[in-house]
């Protein structure tokens, strides 16, 4: 593993957070284009509901992918397409305003794109380049620029929306996903330099050894005696790391069952998630409130997620994880109940934004810490990608059959109930889960 100062790795996470909030605040702030789409278009709720559905499932279904690219490949192309797609899914998708069109904009290019800069490519760049001690916290410093994001992204977002229309704010959104560009050089420039260096400081160590003890290197010997140097530096790196191949590493964390538990668990926070992103609005406009609550109650769960995901990774340095997922998971569960029992007034939406931004996406640096436990570094962005997966499969029907309860009942009743089982369940899923190594052999 490289070394690096506490400057640069704070550099490093900090553009990685930044280009979470990017992707992060533009995917969690569409449900607020839900209602001026179905307006605009005529399309129905049910139909928008399931572009958005097919963008949570596909959005999970990339991660694998991309982390095995990111780990085989590194980063910076996979972050160079993810940005591209985005900017035109978004930019596109106002001027295709069909079912088919919202589904291939919305649904597979933007989702496509917001896949690469996400948790799994993100966490597990940062990762691989930090000590074990370090990581938890860079998982929660990371996971809180995603929350920024939403905090930063839906209350502009409707101010656009309310000034200009939902065409203008969704254009402005796909152009400010372009700010992650510099930030990728950021980030993976800092890779690039402490190698040049490493390398370079190689090479002149090897060329005064050679003077002390032969008195001249030859150019030629100098590079062999280099390429062992750093072939040398290469396996110290690697020598605590996992040494599976991609498919023997897939088939042990699959028939693992902490690793199926953490997975399973996961899927409800995705159900929740997208859930609340795509129907929240709809929740506030049937109890007659303002569209300006529910921009600022998805910011609330922003801001405050940003507090939940540091309290997360650094608890997760002092606890075991399984205990801080089951706490999370089951406490949805007792705010979702609480919300059903209280008037559905202003304060409500803004006191349950609160509390649930605690705890939004405080699941990820724990999920991210069991992988790397269990698994090592190695593989992490693939890992943590699968449990990506599982999380998105959860957000598929979240978004889906959210739509069809309230375009069939007119209302999301049954959702809420389904949200806190699932909550309940989730918790005590997470309970016999063991953090322990797994041996790194079949």
């Given amino acids: 593993m490289t070394q690096y100062t506490n400057k640069q790795i704070w550099y490093i996470m900090a553009a990685a957070a930044a280009i979470l909030l990017i992707t992060m605040g533009a995917r969690q702030s569409v449900g607020l284009f839900v209602h001026p789409l179905h307006m605009s278009s005529g399309m129905s709720i049910a139909d928008i509901s399931l572009a958005l559905a097919i963008g949570q499932f596909v959005w999970g279904a990339v991660q694998p992918f991309y982390g095995a690219a990111a780990d085989k490949y590194g980063s910076r192309a996979v972050l160079y397409v993810g940005t ?8 596109w998708a106002p001027y295709w305003q069909t079912t088919f069109g919202v589904t291939v904009t919305l649904g597979l290019l933007s989702t496509i794109g917001a896949g690469a800069g996400s948790f799994s490519v993100l966490i597990g760049a940062v990762s691989a380049q930090l000590p074990p001690e370090k990581r938890s916290f860079a998982g929660g410093f990371i996971n809180a620029g995603g929350s920024m994001g939403q905090f930063v992204y839906a209350p502009i977002l409707q101010v656009l929306i309310s000034a200009f229309g939902w065409v203008f704010a969704m254009v402005a959104m796909g152009f400010s996903t372009l700010l992650s560009i510099p930030l ?43 390429a062992a140097a750093k072939e040398k530096a290469r396996g110290q790196a690697q020598h605590h790391e996992n040494t599976l191949t991609i498919k023997e590493q897939l088939k042990q964390a699959l028939t693992n069952r902490s690793f199926i538990f953490l997975s399973a668990g996961f899927f409800t926070c995705g159900f929740h998630v997208a859930f609340l992103v795509t129907h929240l609005p709809g929740e506030v406009a049937l109890c007659g409130l303002m569209p300006q609550v529910s921009a600022n109650s998805l910011a609330f ?26 706490l999370v998971y089951g406490s949805r569960a007792v705010m979702i109940a609480a919300y059903l029992l209280a008037p559905k007034t202003e304060l409500t939406f803004y006191i349950f934004s609160m509390a649930l931004g605690m705890t939004w996406l405080a699941t990820v640096p724990p999920t991210a810490g069991i992988v790397g436990k269990l698994f090592g570094t190695r593989y992490m962005a693939m890992l ?35 949200d806190m089982i699932l909550g309940a369940l989730a918790a ?6 063991k953090e322990d190594p797994v041996p790194k052999e079949l």
């Fill in 84 to 91: 591209a797609l985005l900017f035109i899914g978004s930019v």
């Fill in 428 to 433: 005590l899923v997470n309970l016999p889960i």
């Fill in 384 to 418: 943590f990608g699968i449990t990506l997966f599982s999380h998105q499969i959860g957000g598929f029907l979240g978004a889906y059959l959210g739509g069809l309860a309230v375009t069939y009942s007119g209302n999301y009743e049954w959702m809420w109930y389904a």
């Fill in 184 to 226: 990728i050089e950021v980030l993976c420039g800092q890779r690039r330099k402490k190698v040049t260096a490493a390398t370079a400081g190689a090479v002149a160590g090897t060329v005064a050894e050679g003077a002390v003890a032969e008195g001249a290197v030859a150019a030629g010997e100098a590079a062999e005696v280099t």
């Fill in 301 to 326: 769960i922003g801001l405050f997620n940003i507090v939940g995901s540091l309290l997360a990774g650094w608890a997760g340095n002092r606890y075991r994880m399984k205990y801080i997922l089951a």
